[in-house]
């Protein structure tokens, strides 16, 4: 089973960037659906945004035009690029794999 490892996270400015990398442990290649989701205190975890193996991405309105997802099979990572983050995108961002496979996170904190 593939393991996930986020890294990126850390503390930025309302407006700032962020990029969120997720190394994955073996070959991502057959790996049909990856992304991120987040989780902020208190709430549930929301869905960021989605890749499918052929490269078509999906993301909520909350972060459409401000996020965007890509992979890259021959090194095993996904990496979400975060721009014009707001104090609202403060969150644990969690990369995943279809089939249910989760990593441990990463802490994004947006002030204002």
């Known amino acids: 089973q593939v393991q996930l490892e986020e890294s990126g996270g850390g503390l930025v400015q309302a407006g700032g960037s962020l990029r969120l990398s997720c190394a994955a442990s073996?070959?991502?290649?057959?790996?049909?659906?990856m992304g991120w989701y987040r989780q902020a205190p208190g709430k549930q975890r929301e869905w960021v945004a989605t890749?499918?193996?052929?490269?078509?991405?999906h993301y909520p309105d909350s972060v459409k035009g401000r996020f965007t997802i890509s992979r890259d099979n021959a090194k095993n990572t996904v990496v979400l690029q975060m721009n014009s983050l707001k104090p609202e995108d403060t969150a644990v961002y969690y990369c995943?794999?279809?089939?249910?496979?989760w990593g441990q996170g990463t802490q994004v904190t947006v002030s204002s």
């Open positions: 995943t794999a279809f089939g249910g496979i």
């Open positions: 073996r070959s991502i290649s057959s790996i049909s659906l």
């Open positions: 890749i499918t193996s052929s490269g078509n991405t």
